[in-house]
């Protein structure tokens, strides 16, 4: 089906006019009363959890979802978080689109819910509301030091090389040796993987129309002097949260050798035949690399690499140490640590001895974590989630969440896709049962209706769809698979205002 084409409002400057309830539209529940029969849902996020969301309640063959992004593009983590070396990861963007083509399916980017629209005026225009906004904040290191310069997020400095807007001004400063992330998962990986990666083979990536990175992300690691990472984990080898394939990634980059101390896998192979076979596979892996000797080819390559990287365990951050000018970071305190419980309770605990970790450059990548989007929305600050039951929200009959906001920041696509589903599967049982509202609601009418009176513009499919081909002919002109569009206002000019 054809995708559906909406109007676009103008935004005018802050502060915006004052909020008008849907009730207070004269005349608004005679007007649309006997125009509006059918299941009215919206989904905020547009991101996997909430296309995978939309895809599950598509399957109703009356249900109409709008899909409202704060982003003026879609597809969330799918374009801004997943690697930009990782293209294959991106595919489910097709799937995505085919759901955005339904035409009982809009998308509304550029409308921030909680500023441009509440969530109560969500509910009162729609039978149901499901809240998959992801997790855009990170868990902070809460240690001295964190606050200098050349100390970052892992998720910022993903989110720079990976077109996001709000991360385009980072401008991280690659001129140091060392580079030090705290965190030991795949987007650790990642970024550690971005960092070394010869600028060649970026470029015979960009050649093969295999990274949408970013031109300006590009041009900076062209210049880059770091030439060792240290991946830094408070636990030990078989706590490590980065999955089997990113590993193999890094141990075979080009021009790049791996430092793993064989102490701290002693006594390890004892142990693998009582965890679960991913694990294991993982684990053998890391003791083969720093356990046994490379072959005569391998042991060539490591030996003309001029770039390294390393995992320190049983590690724990206690400080970020200031350069002697106090103008930017001169290296991480670690506190030693040993391991107390067995299992998933297993804990890192401080054994009393401390080491510094000279480096330049320091990337936390300790986990994201969920914001609150509204006050009338139950939050849990300390899991960084909404409280549900199978996403069903506690307490509030017709909202719903998914994905990272519902579960917290864990998994895959994959893991997502199931999750959403699961909540998609709730929703319509609760339809079926008549524990939504009755009775025609006015959906994405309402809220066109709010969103003028408060100038703002909302973005539909199509308008991506020529943002898209915009990104598409400027790559091109580069031998690039796209070039990304990264300030919104140039997006809204490119489309007519």
Known sequence: MASRCWRWWGRSAWPWTP???????????????TQETTPQICVVGSGPAGFYTAQHLLKHPQAHVDIYEKQPVPFGLVRFGVAPDHPEVKNVINTFTQTAHCGRCAFWGNVEVGRDVTVPEL???YHAVVLSYGAEDHR?????????????SA????GWYNGLPENQELKPDLSCDTAVILGQG??????ARILLTPPEHLEALLLCQKTDITKAALDVLRQSRVKTVWLVGRRGPLQVAFTIKELREMIQLPGTRPILDPVDFLGLQDRLKEVPRPRKRLTELLLRTAMEKPGPEEAARRASASRAWGLRFFRSPQQVLPSPDGRGAAGVRLAVTRLEGVGEATRAVPTGAMEDLPCGLVLS??????????PSVPFDSKLGVIPNVEGRVTDVPGL??????????TGVIATTMTDSFLTGQMLLQDLKAGLLPSGPRPGSAAIQALLSSRGVQPVSFSDWEKLDAEEVARGQGTGRPREKLVDPQEMLHLLGH
């Open 140 to 152: 902070a290191l809460e240690i001295p030091g964190e606050e200098l310069p050349g100390v970052c």
């Open 19 to 33: 909020p008008l309830s849907v009730g207070s539209i004269p005349s608004f529940r005679h007007q649309f009363s």
């Open 365 to 374: 990548s300790i986990g994201y974590k969920s914001r609150p989007i509204d």
């Open 186 to 191: 795949n987007v650790a990986l990642d970024v």
């Open 155 to 158: 998720r910022a400095f993903v």
């Open 123 to 125: 509910r009162e225009a």
């Open 400 to 409: 719903y969440c998914s994905g990272w906001v519902k579960r917290g920041p």
